[in-house]
């Protein structure tokens, strides 16, 4: 069973920023955060992860809270192309036990 | 960055034959792969993993004589799906972590899948 919650859907303006929110209130100290998207039809395309910290890169920020119990992956400036579910997973990717157990995630649609 | 490539990307054949699914990692070394499962609608289920040079993991109601998988060497594993039926029809993933050194771990990357259609 998924750890974390997420909105089913959500809509964003193209070049907008999009923002979306992920609960994990029972994550333990050693887990980091995943976020992944499936664009329609794909593999899973990593877009970030991190584990107390803020994290940006080329694709993404994650905005993780300073309790950890939850986090928000930024997209600065959507674009149709941006359309997909996206998941937030956390996992002990240290352990024998790594394993990334996917939810249902959240359909953002990126509207023109 | 990471690219998993999985082979092929779509297959339909008839009930009973026996289907191989190949999944390389082309420009990184890793130990464990993993192989998921997905039907229309649904998220994906992790099926099993695969440890080069071991026997894979399966999930809880897997059936591992159904589902063969080899991880040979450090870049390829391989999932077969023997006699297969129309209910084992689904979009099969395949995903690869590197080998890190540690620190901020390493995350899991994806093929493409496979869509199986079974007749």
């Known amino acids: 069973d998924a750890k974390t919650t997420q909105p089913p859907s959500m809509d964003c303006a193209e070049g907008r920023a999009a923002n979306l929110p992920c609960n994990h209130s029972?994550?333990?100290?050693?887990?980091?955060v995943y976020w992944y998207r499936q664009i329609h039809s794909q593999g899973p395309q990593y877009i970030i992860h991190?584990?107390?910290n803020n994290e940006t890169n080329e694709m993404a920020s994650l905005i993780i809270t300073e309790d950890r119990k939850s986090s928000t992956l930024i997209l600065p400036h959507a674009t149709l192309r941006d359309t997909a579910v996206y998941y937030c997973i956390v996992s002990d990717s240290g352990g024998s036990n790594y394993k990334l157990t996917f939810g249902k995630g959240t359909l953002l649609t990126v509207n023109p | 960055g990471a690219v998993v490539s999985q082979h092929p990307s779509w297959v339909i054949c008839k009930s009973g034959t026996s289907v191989k699914i190949e999944c390389r990692s082309l420009?990184?070394?890793?130990?464990?792969m993993f192989w998921y499962r997905q039907f229309p609608k649904q998220s994906l289920m992790l099926m099993a993993t695969?440890?080069?040079?071991?026997?894979?993991?399966?999930e809880q109601g897997v059936e591992k004589d159904k589902f063969l998988i080899n991880h040979a060497s450090l870049t390829l594993s391989t999932l077969t799906v023997t006699s297969a039926h129309p209910e084992d029809s689904s979009f099969y993933i395949c995903?690869?972590?590197?080998?890190?050194?540690?620190?901020?771990?390493?995350?899991?990357?994806f093929g493409d899948g496979t869509r199986l259609s079974i007749l």
């Open positions: 695969s440890n080069e040079g071991s026997k894979a993991t399966y």
């Open positions: 420009d990184f070394q890793a130990t464990t």
């Open positions: 029972t994550i333990s100290g050693n887990e980091y």
């Open positions: 991190g584990l107390k």
């Open positions: 995903s690869a972590r590197e080998i890190g050194s540690g620190g901020l771990r390493q995350p899991q990357h």
